[in-house]
């Protein structure tokens, strides 16, 4: 084969915002896929604000990615070569395959897909990660009923924008909270919000308590910080706070702000209540059948924010911390 | 009748801890009561964290004590004379009497009690607001379970004794939070509480480490501030942390300090939950009675910390902020 592998490696655990020195940029060879393993080549990979979590050293859902490893990262590729007798060259497939150009898989934890279904970079979008993220923590953790007010906060990123359109799905009245007049428009206009917040611009508990006059039923957290307060502040009775992210914190280096106003959770018997994804695993397949069937029907929209070239990760790593994107974020890195 | 009546009206909304100009002291005739009511004479007056939140102005689960108004108390007294059917003079009751020798009531929300079952305090103790919040914070809000880990904050405090107790009854480790070697000693050694951590002397994070080597499954926390952290730190898997109070925060005046740690919540799907006891009213009964049976089985006891004079009010008051009560304080009135 003599293929050539490019791909990063972590190089030391950032403080702050991660920047181009956190990683080295490494050239390897690719070796042999071993009996029971196959080659992927990487064609889209996703860009997650986990990231950040996943390059601090302790504990935590996930092991720490170990300096001199390959950055994790889930990606869409294809296989290129196997000894593993389930994964057949020409497959499409999902896994953790990482911040690189080739990844050897065992095929743990892999899934295919059919790219004639629907375009690759859905399945590290909407109908990836992202998408179960917002099906399983509005539907499973945040108990979303019909006729329950959900706010969504990072509302035009890539849970946020399934979230939200979930919410209409099933009938909910769906307040979204994003930074800008564009993603403010975005969501409401195209993918049906009821109402837009533009945290860079409005007075967020204002304006809840304006769009929610009964209060929040339940309330998807991506951000933390002021805005999780803010929603604290206009809880309803009953109401459900669901930590799926605190994407405004995870860059601090004097400590993550807790919120304020937790005792809400105490006058309205609120409850608030963290998730990881994977915890759902056994029922991935199952969600994404339905949520393929919405796309289908025309109620669910996906929309990807697409960076080419492998070799700009660290910088558009940073989009995601500067709210600069609007959908799922991810590298091309190979047709 | 000619009665005198004594009491404590709010007279200012109190920044920072109260301070016995924040009420007038008055004398005031004792009318007569009218057609369905009944007059009671306070022997026993409970003093609440919560009422240092009722002094507040604001949207809570239950209206502020107006300026002018007498102090919100929930106390047991004797029923002296009664236009009610329902009340007969020489009744023992409970109710949200005040702050004050003598209440006029309608019955609203009063129960009646007896005094040759319990002494009189235990009904506003063990058996009252305090015992029934442990009672329903613990099984239905935390849903502590045979095996499970509980760490209660505040420990030695009116709630937190009967929360420790129950714990044990049910068959979890019970671990307590409070300040000082004579509370530590009490929960451990009179309580049987299987772990005690003063807060004062120890570092409570690597404590709870140490007594929660599986992590916690129900935090019960009384105090908020630096300990919910230090538990929340502790976390386990699916741990549930019961907010019934924040003792520690109530009085700053530079706002409440939110838990910097609530992202334990997201990495081990953990579940924050507030509560306040009055929403299980109508299972007050039943939760009373199976108490008033742990206590004839000797499995669970009774304290409390009696002030005689109903005139020390204010400054008894500060005894719960500065933690120096163990059981439920209150003021006795009369014999």
Known sequence: MNLVNHGFRLAARPVGL???????????????????EFLVKNLYISLDPAMRGWMNEGRSYIAPVEIGAVMRAMAVGRVMASKNPSFTVGDHVTGMFGMQEYALSNGTSVNKVDAKLAPLPIYIGALGGAG????????????????????????????????????????????????????????????????????KSEDVTQAL??????????????????????????LARYGRVVICGAISQYNNTSGIKGPSNYLSLLVNHGRMEGFVVFEYAARYQEAAREMAGWMMAGKLKSREDIVEGLETFPETLLRLFRGENIGKLMIKVSD
Chains 1, 2 share one sequence.
């Open 209 to 234: 308590r304006q769009h929610c006059p009964k209060g929040i039923d339940v309330y998807f957290d991506n951000v933390g910080g002021d805005i999780l307060d803010a929603a604290l502040a206009n």
């Open 18 to 36: 991660p920047k181009r020195s956190d990683w080295n940029y490494v050239e390897e060879p690719v070796r042999e896929p071993g009996e029971g």
């Open 132 to 199: 179960l993220t917002a099906y399983f923590g509005l539907l499973e953790v945040g108990q979303a009923k019909a006729g329950e007010t959900v706010v969504i906060s990072g509302a035009a990123g890539a849970v946020g924008i399934v979230a939200g359109q979930i919410a209409k799905i099933k009938g909910c009245q769906a307040v979204g909270i994003a930074g800008g007049p564009e993603k403010c428009r975005y969501i409401k206009e195209e993918l049906g919000f009821d109402a837009a917040i533009d945290y």
